[in-house]
């Protein structure tokens, strides 16, 4: 029996390995149940509409004033600020709208950097805030999605 010394072990290697060969037989478990698939289904079509609430607020700025785009996201920008009403003013809703509002509306948007400065948050702290931002803006869009 051969034993490898500490630096001779490659675990990434070995955990990419593991990790697609669990992922491979959860797929293989899961191909035919339908219960999988609507799931999946579901997750693909959510992507897909914050993906496109995503595109839209960065063509936001480029469009003509009186563009489809801009007059939607106007209004889906003011329903979302409506929604701090229901949330019962919270100041986190209200400050991650308004980071929303200063990464992509603004004429002279701020970056990231700035934005973490305003409202004392990380990078990661502040892609969550933007994506929960994108998903309330896609759910006032397309729709609320329950989990079943």
């Not at 630096?7 to 990419?16: G, K």
Request: net charge negative; aromatic share 8%; proline share 2%.
């Amino acid at each position: 029996m051969m034993i490898l010394e500490a630096d001779q072990i490659d675990m990434d290697a070995i955990m990419r390995s593991v990790t697609a060969k669990a992922e491979e037989m959860y797929r293989e478990l899961h191909r035919n149940d339908p219960e999988e698939t609507e799931r999946r289904e579901r997750e693909e079509l959510f992507a897909w509409e914050r993906a496109l609430i995503r595109q839209a607020l960065e063509r936001y700025r480029t469009e003509q004033p009186d563009s489809t785009i801009r007059k939607v996201v106007d209004i889906l920008i003011r329903q979302h600020a409506d929604m701090k009403k229901v949330c019962g003013g919270d100041s986190t809703f209200t400050d991650r709208h308004n980071a929303l509002v200063l990464k992509y509306i603004v004429a002279n948007p701020f970056t990231n950097a700035q934005l973490c400065e305003r409202f004392h948050l990380s990078h990661a702290g502040l892609d969550k805030w933007i994506t929960k931002g994108i998903n309330e803006l896609a759910e006032l869009f397309f729709g609320v999605h329950f989990e079943t």
